[in-house]
């Protein structure tokens, strides 16, 4: 993607995560079209969070435990869906597994937000065929759980969010090389590793932790994904 559409598609991806949709009102037209509706909740012990803006064909499914499967397709839209915690933690190791065969943009990740300050963050072990750190602004790296990672920032302006419309910043860690696409995949991430690299960088997560997933996202494009996250 070149810079222009990234930054339409950033907008895409933090409106979706960050606005409740009611989809009977806004989406209803789209989502006859559209497969699983919207939703949040808790399923088998696990917060769990599912977005879709209803453009592509998406199919959301939480499954036993920690698990849950998606797929997609229509090179349409802006879906994102995982299973995690509510609130967050700043010091779990969060491992997952499963397949992750993206087929265009989109992004395996620790999925998160804080307040006081509000903070969208992303550790992205994976993705499709963009890079998220393509259009963000360079910090560091940091070694965690024996892999290098890129961090960046980027702000995000009158943006929804958790609280509504809101000025805030993003933080991320990009993993460097990613894991590879495509297929079986598996990892474990100790959040604190990133937290506290990102502080030694100034960037500061917020105090209170709201939720904290294993997210699949998808922004025109197609895929599936089958995750359980522990
Ligand atoms: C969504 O909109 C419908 C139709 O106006 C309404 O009945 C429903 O209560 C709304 N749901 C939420 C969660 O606001
Ligand atoms: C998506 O998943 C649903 C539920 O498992 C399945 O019925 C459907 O056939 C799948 N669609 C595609 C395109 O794989
Ligand atoms: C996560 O995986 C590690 C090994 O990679 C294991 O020691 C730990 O118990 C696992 N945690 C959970 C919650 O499954």
Known sequence: MKFSSFVIAAAAVASSIATPVNVTEGFGELLARGGTPSSTGTSNGYYYSWWTDGAAQATYTNGGGGQYSLNWSGNNGNLVGGKGWNPGSASRTINYSGTYQPNGNSYLSIYGWTRSPLIEYYIVESYGSYNPSSAATRKGTVSCDGASYDILTTWRYNAPSIDGTQTFQQFWSVRNPKKSPGGSISGSVNVACHFNAWRNL???????????????EGYQSSGSATINVA
């Open 202 to 216: 100034g960037m500061s997560l917020g105090t209170q932790h709201n939720y904290q997933i294993v997210a699949t």
